[in-house]
């Protein structure tokens, strides 16, 4: 299922548009202001953004900027939606990294079939992460470990599934509390190494693979010397 995030700030279009992407099948997140829009993308890593130009708390184009600077966020496609039809904010709006640009009033169906054309040729998505008997759904949001489920809280899989995606890269704590706690956090450091132990004490048993890896002075990494993720 793709994922889809959505930031417009008219609350009778958000639920129009949300409705009917939900209704063809899409997975939808999405917030009313730009406030936090960027930890949002983060947070969910989606397939695609819809980006209203202007919000009542900050610019939508300032927010894509922001996007495309980011290495996690950088190649996922962004649409604009906005009422300014003139040619030179078309081309500002693309210059700064939007791969597609409508004026509203729109049909939906006109955007729904957009938005079908940027995922046309996309490569599927890995839904399923293994590595030495740990399995990740990230479909059904479920671990594995020996054909064993493994009880984890909300955290604990966006911290597994974040570096087990990436083995082998060292992320420092400051790295991956924005990329699962996001920026607008009231946590610190401590809270990573915390929920570090507690991913270990739940896949890591005695005598097997350690799938965490601790870099001193750096930050943490996911064990690619142990067999490599398989992308199912």
């Given at each position: 299922m793709?994922?889809?995030?959505?930031?417009?700030?008219?609350?009778?279009?958000?639920?129009?548009?949300?409705?009917?992407?939900?209704?063809?099948?899409?997975?939808?997140?999405?917030?009313?202001?730009?406030?936090?829009?960027?930890?949002?993308?983060?947070?969910?890593?989606?397939?695609?953004?819809?980006?209203?130009?202007?919000?009542?708390?900050?610019?939508?184009?300032e927010i894509c900027k922001a996007i495309r600077a980011d290495s996690e966020l950088a190649a996922v496609p962004v649409i604009f939606l906005t009422a300014r039809a003139s040619e030179t904010d078309r081309i500002v709006g693309l210059e700064l990294g939007a791969n597609d640009y409508i004026v509203k009033p729109f049909f939906v169906r006109e955007l729904i079939a957009r938005i079908k054309v940027h995922f046309r040729g996309q490569a599927p998505i890995s839904k399923l992460?293994?590595?030495?008997?740990?399995?990740?759904?990230?479909?059904?949001?479920?671990?594995?470990?020996?054909?064993?489920?493994?009880?984890?809280?909300?955290?604990?899989?966006?911290?597994?599934?974040?570096?087990?995606?990436?083995?082998?890269?060292?992320?420092?704590?400051?790295?991956?509390?924005?990329?699962?706690?996001?920026?607008?956090?009231?946590?610190?450091?401590?809270?990573?190494?915390?929920?570090?132990?507690?991913?270990?004490?739940?896949?890591?048993?005695e005598g097997g693979p350690a799938f965490i890896r601790s870099v001193r002075g750096f930050g943490y990494s996911f064990n690619s010397e142990a067999p490599r993720e398989q992308l199912q």
């Open positions: 793709k994922k889809i995030v959505l930031i417009e700030d008219d609350q009778d279009l958000y639920s129009l548009i949300r409705y009917n992407l939900e209704k063809e099948g899409f997975a939808v997140s999405g917030l009313q202001t730009g406030k936090g829009a960027l930890d949002l993308c983060r947070r969910e890593r989606p397939d695609l953004i819809i980006l209203d130009v202007m919000l009542p708390d900050s610019s939508g184009l992460l293994k590595s030495a008997g740990l399995e990740l759904d990230r479909a059904r949001c479920r671990v594995h470990l020996a054909g064993q489920e493994v009880s984890l809280t909300a955290t604990e899989f966006r911290l597994l599934e974040f570096l087990m995606s990436r083995p082998g890269v060292v992320f420092s704590r400051e790295q991956l509390l924005d990329a699962v706690w996001g920026h607008d956090r009231a946590v610190t450091d401590r809270t990573v190494d915390v929920y570090v132990l507690r991913l270990r004490q739940k896949i890591e048993n």
